[in-house]
Every structure is written in C-alpha cells, then in structure tokens.
C-alpha cells in the first residue's frame, strides 16, 4: 500500500481548470453510469462534540474507488487542533485490495468542494459576475473563492464573518492569492445585497442569509449544510428561486438546506429539484434569464471523493 | 500515525481467555453503556463480485474507537487472492485525529468472530461436549474451533466440506494444534447428527443445516450469515430451537439467519430473541436442561471491532 502525505498531496493536487473537470465529471458520473453509492456513515462521539462520517462511491470503468473518512470536532479549537480532518484510502475495486493511503488531513475534500461549487457556477451563474460576496472566512471560503475564479472573472469579493482577526487574514491572503480587491462588511446582509453571487461557508444551525436580502439575479452557493441541524438560507430563498439544484436529492433532503424547508413546509416533496448531475450530463446552462434567482446545495459526495482520490493518485504516481 | 503490520498484529495478538473476555465485554458494553454504532456501510462491486463493508462503534469511556475496512471478493480464488481482507483504524475520540492503522488483512476480525463463537457457547452450549461439528474448512471453521478449546474441552472433531484438499489440510492442522481427533465425514448430515455442538462457517446461501438432523441438547454457532443472501441454517431450527440469541438484532433481522427465518414467515417479528449483549450483561447460562437447543446468529459488529483494535493496540505499545 502506497502512503501520501498532505505535504505531497498539496503539491500535485491544485484547484484548477483540471482538478475542477474531474469533479465535473463525477456529477456526471452520477446520471450517466451505474455508481454504488451507499448512503453516509456517521458516528457520533457526543462527549466530544465531534463525529465522523464515512463517504464511498464505486464508479464503473475505474479499478480503484475511494473511501474517505472526515472528522469534525468542533471543541478542537479549545485544544489547539482544526476542527476537521480526514483520510482518504483507495482500494483496488477488482479485488478488494487497499491500494493507496491519501493522508491529506481533509485537503482532498477541500478541492473537490470547493471544485462543486464552481461547477454549479459555471452552469447556473449569470455570465458577468462583478462582485462575490461570502459568508464566512474559513479554509472553503478561501478554496471557494480560488474555484470559482476558474469559471468567472470576478473583480470584488465582499465578507463578512464572526471573527476580526479572521476577516483580516482572509483579506490579505485572498487579495494576494486572486489579485482581487476584498472589502469587510458588516453584516451578512450587506455583503448579500451587494453582490451577483453568494457563498455560505459557516457551520450555522440558523438562517445567515435572509430571503429579503436576495436580489433578481443572484446565483447562490450553499456549502455549509452538511448534517441534520445545519442551515444556512432562509427556505424561501429555495421556493422563490428560479432554479434549486442539489448535488445528491437523496442528501439535501436529509442533510442539505432542502431538509430545513422541507422540515418547516416551505417546500413540499413535490418542489422542482434538478440534480448538478443533470445539468453537466448535458453540459448546458440552465437560466432563461438574468434575473433569476439560482442556488445550488452542496453536501458532498462519495462520487466527488473517489473522482477526487483517482486524480491525485494519478498525480502523485505518474508526475512524481 | 502508527501503523501496524500483519505480523506484528499476528504475533501479540492470540486467541485466548484474554481476547476473549474482550469480546465478551463488548456485547456487555452494548447493553450497559450509550454505545454509537451506526448501521453498516456496504460498497457493491458487481462488475468483480466484490463488497466492502464498513464497521465501527464508540464505546463511551474509551479514548480512542475503530473503524473496520473488511473486503470480500468471491472471484480473488481465481487471481490466487484470499477471498477476504481488510484494514482497521483507531481514531481519536477526542479529537478526531486517527492514531494508529491496524493493516491486518481481517486478523483481527477472524478474532473477534471466533472468540464471539466462543463467549456464546461458554454460556449456551452443554457443559460437557465431547465432539465438535464443524460445516465447512476454511479459516473462521479453524479459528472457531481454537476460541472454543478455551470454553469446553472437546475431543473430537467431525468435519464436512466441499474440497477434499482443504478438509485433509484442515484436519493435519486442526490435530496438531488442537490436539484432539479430527475425522472427515461426507455429509453435513452425518457430522450434525454425532455432535454436541455444530459451527456452521460457509458462504451458503441455501440451509447446509436441516432442522430434522439436529438433536436435542445442540449447541450451533451460526457464523456465516453476515449478508442479504446467506443463509445456512434450517428456519424451522430457529423455531424450534429453546433459544435464538442475535448477536444484534438491529443486523440479524436484516442479515442473518433471522432475515431468512422471517422472510420465509417461519417466525414472525414477535419471536422471542435474546441478544448476546443480554447473557453477557448477567454472566448467566441460559439453558434449563441439557436437552435444550440453543442458536447463537453471529453477524459481526462495530463493538466487537473496536474491542479487538483497542486491544490489539495496547498489547503493541505496551509490551511491544
């Protein structure tokens, strides 16, 4: 069994033009091929506050698939630690074998994230995005933004967070890294009325952007809502808009921001959901107008992880 | 990250009295403590015959829990490959962060499922058993046998099975290391009607035991049902049988001889079942009379698991 370190995996594996066609492709993936994909494992360690999921895919016509195993503690800041972390491990899908350690501490899924995002964007997103505004100043907001710069020249980024030390530090590394201006504001509703597109990147269990802040035409990335108690949108936002996409149905309305509006009757079981795979199998934008309101739910796939895993692992071995 | 080989797993960790009152503590803490252990996580790999499962529990009080990779590939025979493999990991349960890989190539669970055999008939099984039935030769039918010497003192082995090879290599080892008689029969049949106990360890998906061989006073240890499609056991056995103990209801009502007693509608939903957690939890034997029988359905479980890792691991780094 090959072991890669992070050190090694963040060499060979960027947020790129590349990187973001494989997660592409893996939403297609999705609708196009007879993927295994079982549903998230999940243990929870309540003493700790922390849980661990479990995330896996088989996709038909590749000889490995991964399995990728995340941790979130969210007490681990009281200890000095990242609150998440993870591995990924390929295993050899014609004989059952571990080929490969991915020893990535979560950065795989960072990319592969923050690559969904800009895949969404891509297809969903008006053309001409002057200002992005985010929501949360954590490492997605940052992979976030980088994604997104691949699909759509953007020249403003607006934030606004809990943390002022945080803010500034976003700041200056993302003026630096993207060569874009970036203004703190505020208030989440500020940074929301001012920009084309909006990314919530936070762990809330309550509504941060508020339906009476959207305006026509804005194209929303929802990122945070991954488990059962977290919520980032207003529910309207998901009956108003022209277009909800999730990544997976089967996890946005139990994990996703679709299971707040579901839970609180917003929406019914019968609301219009497209799924991101159905809109890169036919690689065509979806909106018939400027104005309308998009937003796409991510709460992560095993397809992504062993699309993902395939890559680096090709990366690392072929490059190396 | 500390990682473990095969051979070193191999060489401090046995079965014995000592790994087998683990085991046993393990379905004690299922009854006695909050235990998490989430349903099991299954990958298909239909195009290669393959499936890889996924265990794991945290039992409160510990600081560290495991997460089980286990691989079964039915066409691996034909490359030469054990048909079985896998992997464990123990995580930190107060952080998150994984402390040790356990690359054992299923070791550890061919230990922890024998010794499951074992604290079964140490409280369910006649406390004198001259002979030992065992249906099937591969390496649980061995290990089964080895975990049993330490609960009753057998003499005599009757054994069935398809390969004539395996049965005879079967037999020279089982002799030698166990140091009793070991005869090859031709038939389930014969070897289930001139035994006191009887371990059923195959793949079959079709009963190899008839409940019209099995006499009173049977022991059986039902350890190869652990999927949607096996079935080894006579559901009429479970019927008539004075006690029917799961290791999990929760897994054997969906993948052990229980799912085909009840989908054949031999017993129904409101058959009594005992768990083994149950016995453990008093330290009772349960029969009233040495004619009773008595079925212990082994499916595995994430319990069991991190058992044997947090086991193995303090044997490595303590004595090691």
Not at 20 to 29: C, Q, S
Not at 109 to 127: F, S
């Amino acid at each position: 069994m090959l072991i890669f370190t992070e050190e090694e995996i963040r060499e060979y594996v960027k947020i790129n033009k590349e990187s973001i066609d494989e997660i592409e492709a893996a939403f297609t993936d999705l609708k196009t091929k007879d993927v295994q994909m079982p549903p998230i494992m999940r243990v929870d360690i309540p003493e700790y506050n922390g849980e661990v999921d479990i995330k896996s895919a088989f996709i038909p016509g590749y000889e490995m698939f991964a399995l990728k195993v995340s941790s979130g503690f969210f007490n681990n800041y009281q200890l000095g630690l990242p609150s998440t972390g993870g591995l990924m491990f390929l295993i050899n899908a014609l004989n059952g074998q571990p080929e490969a350690l991915l020893y990535d501490n979560g950065y795989l899924t960072d990319v592969r994230t923050a690559a969904a995002g800009a895949v969404a964007a891509k297809y969903m997103a008006n053309e001409q995005i002057e200002t992005v505004g985010v929501i949360g100043a954590g490492a997605q907001a940052r992979y976030q933004l980088i994604a997104l710069k691949e699909v759509r020249e953007y020249k403003h980024v607006l934030v606004a967070g809990k943390s002022k030390r945080r803010l500034q530090e976003f700041k200056e590394e993302m003026e630096s890294t993207l060569k874009v201006s970036v203004t703190i504001l505020e208030t989440p509703q500020e940074v929301a009325e001012q920009s084309d597109l909006v990314i919530t990147a936070t762990p809330s269990s309550e509504p941060i952007l508020q339906n009476s802040w959207v305006k026509n035409g804005l194209h929303i990335t929802a990122m945070g809502a991954d488990a059962q108690h977290k919520n980032e949108i207003d529910p309207n936002i998901l009956k108003r808009a022209n277009y909800y996409v999730a990544d997976v149905m089967s996890q946005c309305e139990i994990l996703g921001e679709l299971r707040s509006a579901l839970e609180k009757g917003v929406v019914t079981k019968d609301h219009p959901v497209m799924e991101l795979g159905d809109i890169t199998s036919r690689a065509e934008k979806i909106r018939t107008s400027k104005d309308d309101i998009t937003i796409v739910d991510l709460t992560g796939t095993g397809a992504q992880d062993t699309r993902i895993a395939l890559y680096a692992y090709k990366k690392l071995t072929e490059e190396k």
